[in-house]
T-cell receptor, first 114, second 113 residues
């Protein structure tokens, strides 16, 4: 079946540092890929998405590129802020018999210190 | 558009009791999902509706769990004879299509004592 593996956390960075959170996946065919974010005390929100190979999703300064050859969708941001402190989840939406649902990673907690 | 609403926000119940949760999706979204999340884990799929049809149900779910979506609008998730292992956050999400991603509700936190 489909699976998503995320870089284990927690990750602690200073403000303005560069962020990478690794995400790799296992799926048949061509899944769609997503990053969701959960800020403290809030629900999960869609951050960005990419639906085909080499697509780059971007939002709020975050980017991730769909790499079919390495089955990866790493999340990056050039300069993090304290307000980016949250839990980040990588997810995929499969095809065929798995098209009904998304599969999530276990989340990576990011803390940004001033 | 008020987003995805879930009710109640919190539920404390005694082991063996039945509980029912409600989800109101975004009205334009024909896809509705239920997930369960425990501390330190990602959301775990429970079931999926397209309009009123329940198209998929996790093999992990026991027969104590049932969900409905009458008329393709709101949905309910019922857990019968609750167990302590059912304690979790129950999330509802809706989506217009597979490729658009989900809009999540705030969840219902269930505590079984």
């Amino acid at each position: 079946g489909n699976s998503v593996t995320q870089m284990e956390g927690p990750v602690t960075l200073s403000e303005e540092a560069f962020l990478t959170i690794n995400c790799t996946y296992t799926a048949t065919g061509y899944p769609s890929l997503f990053w969701y974010v959960q800020y403290p005390g809030e629900g999960l929100q869609l951050l960005l998405k990419a639906t085909k190979a080499d697509d780059k999703g971007s939002n709020k300064g975050f980017e991730a590129t769909y790499r079919k050859e390495t089955t990866s969708f790493h999340l990056e941001k050039g300069s993090v802020q304290v307000s980016d402190s949250a839990v980040y989840f990588c997810a995929l939406a499969g095809e065929g018999t798995n098209a009904g649902k998304s599969t999530f990673g276990d989340g990576t907690t990011l803390t940004v210190k001033p | 558009d008020t987003g995805v609403s879930q009710d109640p926000r919190h539920k404390i119940t005694k082991r063996g009791q039945n509980v029912t949760f409600r989800c109101d999706p975004i009205s334009e979204h024909n896809r509705l999902y239920w997930y369960r999340q425990t501390l330190g884990q990602g959301p775990e799929f429970l079931t999926y509706f397209q309009n009123e049809a329940q198209l998929e149900k996790s093999r992990l779910l026991s027969d104590r769990f049932s969900a409905e979506r009458p008329k393709g609008s709101f949905s309910t998730l019922e857990i019968q004879r609750t167990e302590q292992g059912d304690s979790a956050m129950y999330l509802c999400a809706s989506s217009p299509s597979r490729d658009q991603g989900y809009t999540f509700g705030s969840g219902t936190r269930l505590t079984v004592v």
